[in-house]
């Protein structure tokens, strides 16, 4: 979640697909395999923006309402997600603009952890 500037707690989730849903209805996103493995399918979406094909998570990432994904290790999964979550973050985008917003890696890593203690018990 993350309190909007009318001091309102909203859910980054809602906030980030109504921006995913606006990009697709206004781009029209082409996608393509580029890799499968035994239990997942990686596709590359791009969006043609004027004459220019840009990545859709490039995009979301740098409007600032989708984060770069990151490994068990806490490093990205790919590198030039992680330069423009970096930029979007400095820049105050999206959902950053809003002092509560964490990455939703902390989130996970905190549920995961707790998780964890409580199994341990």
Not at 94 to 119: C, I, M, T
Request: hydrophobic share 40%; with cysteine; glycine share 4%.
């Amino acid at each position: 979640p993350y309190t909007d500037k009318r001091g309102q707690k909203r859910d980054c989730g809602d906030a980030s697909l109504a921006v995913f849903a606006a990009y697709i209805k206004d781009t029209k996103p082409v996608c393509a395999p580029v890799a499968k493995t035994a239990e997942f399918s990686y596709v590359v979406c791009y969006a043609t923006v004027g004459k220019d094909r840009l990545d859709l998570a490039t995009m979301m990432i740098t409007s600032g309402y989708a984060f770069a994904s990151l490994n068990a290790e806490s490093l990205p999964f790919h590198a030039p997600y992680a330069v423009a979550e970096q930029d979007a973050r400095e820049r105050r985008a999206g959902l950053w603009q809003f002092e509560d917003v964490q990455h939703p890696a902390v989130l996970l890593s905190r549920s995961a952890n707790e998780r964890a203690k409580k199994a341990k018990q």
